[in-house]
């Protein structure tokens, strides 16, 4: 930069520069000393200024650079002067706080500066390279690099004087649960949100979009910590981007709606009828039931609460394809091999009757499968957490009463044997809940057919009410499929509600001791066995 137009510049800003002096070292002559030192040093040096537009940053560090050196300069100085004298520089204890609080309030602005932002200002002011060197280093041109320092300037300059206001989630993180219905690959669903901050990133960005410097401020991390995190976020499509703000990407059931929908609709009133209606008719076949062999033996309790809870999967099954299906169609796909939803919840799923359901497990050879619903009343009794395709096939296999030494996995056989689920008999892996051929199970499902039919109409009648209530409690972004989750939710909801109704009527019992009270297995036909 030539020296006359430094020059001019330097005039332009002799008030700013005085005044720095003057908030430094006090006396007005020293001050005076100072601005001079300070104007000869940028234009003894403004030739090394490659970048007009950069002068001003360039001034100020200078201006702290010759500031610096001035205080050394007096410090060898040998003074001695009285009480009264106070023409010295001199740092008062009230100085080094607000120095302290200027240098913490930089360093606040420079965590939510976003990454490109961050890394051209700190290549440029704190390793001293040049823009064409960081123009190279960060793969973008010159003309980028100059922005970014201009950008940047701005933006700390207009920080540095606002009062930033953390979030609530800064110190008092919501408790954040993910769900899933559907089918597909979905391990990387639960091994994203194991941690705190992805489950406070989504709800942050639920409601509104935010940038990068609004997601900081409302969750009290740096943009830094944040980049990461929100590149997985959008690897899995779990927020979507536009221009520089984030917005969550799936629906969430919030403590307002919550509260709203246990407010006002009467789901004990809509499933009283119902649940008088099973009591009758699930007395009625007990005593058939009792003499029915389901390889295991089942007192009074534990068949009624088989055969309630083979009439709310039936039930499900049927709500699936003949309400929901057919009102909504398939559900939505997630990834190339998974169709369903993700959704969430706020508030650590208080509001929920469900710890899982796995209602249709298959082996691989697809000659058994087993069912398992942990309503959130027998929790704890049984407590099953799903299974890997190991766990699967052997539970299985003990479905199947197959030898042991023909379990692909003995390790998982010890597993399942010390969690109570399975059981060995002279070398034979034996189910520890009640198993079924398929053709009694379809018999099964035949005769339950007058009382899942009631609990269908509940399940309808309780998710029409939640999918009005749900639309008035989603973004506009993600309205298009909030009544369809609506239902999903709400129909397994429907059997909760009835399931606890029934254990408050003290019909169903929950053991005192660990259970397998809601599990089934069923064996398919097997041509070898020519079985159903």
């Known amino acids: 930069m030539e020296q006359t137009k430094a020059y001019e510049k330097l005039q332009e800003c002799l008030k700013d520069i005085f005044a720095f002096s003057i908030s430094r070292v006090y006396d007005k002559q020293d001050a005076e000393d100072l601005t001079n030192d300070i104007i000869i040093a940028v234009l003894s040096s403004i030739n090394r200024l490659e970048n007009d537009s950069a002068f001003y940053g360039y001034m100020w560090k200078i201006a702290e650079n010759t500031f610096k050196q001035y205080i050394r300069n007096k410090n060898k100085l040998n003074v001695v002067f009285d009480e009264k004298f106070c023409g010295v520089y001199w740092e008062t204890p009230e100085q080094k706080c607000i120095d302290n609080e200027e240098v913490a309030i930089l360093r606040r602005e420079l965590t939510l500066l976003s990454r490109q932002y961050r890394e051209a200002t700190i290549k440029y002011y704190i390793e001293n390279k040049n823009c064409s060197l960081i123009s190279k280093e960060m793969n973008i041109s010159e003309e980028m690099v100059k922005y970014y320092l201009f950008k940047t300037r701005k933006i700390l300059k207009e920080g540095v004087n606002m009062e930033r206001k953390y979030g609530e989630k800064s110190y008092n993180p919501s408790k954040f649960g993910i769900d899933f219905w559907g089918n597909g690959s979905n391990s990387y669903i639960w091994e994203t949100f194991e941690r705190k901050l992805p489950g406070n990133i989504v709800l942050a960005a ?246 899942t039919d009631i609990i269908v109409g509940c399940m309808e009648k309780i998710c029409n009410s939640a999918a009005l209530l749900f639309k008035n409690h989603t973004p506009k972004e993600l309205k298009e499929h909030c009544e369809q989750l609506a239902y999903v939710r709400y129909q397994v909801d429907a059997m909760g509600i009835i399931i606890e109704k029934l254990v408050e009527d003290q019909f169903l019992i929950v053991p005192e001791k660990k259970t397998n009270l809601c599990m089934f297995g069923v064996k398919r036909y097997s041509e070898n066995s020519n079985e159903y």
């Open 206 to 451: 639920y409601e509104k979009p935010l940038t990068i410097e609004e997601l900081s401020l409302e969750l009290g991390v740096s943009a830094v910590y944040l980049e990461d995190e929100l590149e997985i976020l959008l690897k899995y499509n779990f927020i979507t981007k536009s221009g520089n703000k984030y917005q969550t990407n799936f629906l969430i059931f919030k403590s307002d709606f919550e509260e709203e929908f246990k407010e006002k609709v009467p789901t004990l009133e809509i499933c009283k009828s119902a649940t008088e209606e099973i009591k009758a008719f699930t007395e009625k076949l007990l005593p058939k039931y009792k003499i029915k062999d389901f390889e295991i033996e089942l007192d009074d309790n534990a068949l009624r609460w088989f055969i309630v809870n083979i009439a709310m999967i039936n039930a499900l099954g049927d709500f699936e394809e003949n309400i929901l299906q057919t009102k909504f169609g398939a559900c939505p796909r997630l990834n190339a091999s998974t169709y369903g939803f993700v959704y969430g919840h706020d508030n650590d799923y208080r509001y929920g009757y469900f710890a899982g359901i796995y209602g249709r497990c298959d082996n691989s050879q697809n000659t058994a499968y087993y069912s398992a619903v942990n309503y959130n009343v027998i929790k704890s009794c049984q407590w099953w957490r799903g299974s890997s395709k190991a766990r699967t096939d052997t539970l299985c296999d003990a479905i199947l009463k197959r030898n042991i030494a023909d379990c692909t996995s003995q390790e998982v056989v010890a597993q399942l044997v010390k969690e109570g689920m399975v059981s060995v008999k002279d070398g034979i892996l034996c189910a520890n809940f009640p198993t079924l051929t398929s053709r009694e199970n379809h018999y099964i499902r035949e005769e339950l057919k007058p009382i």
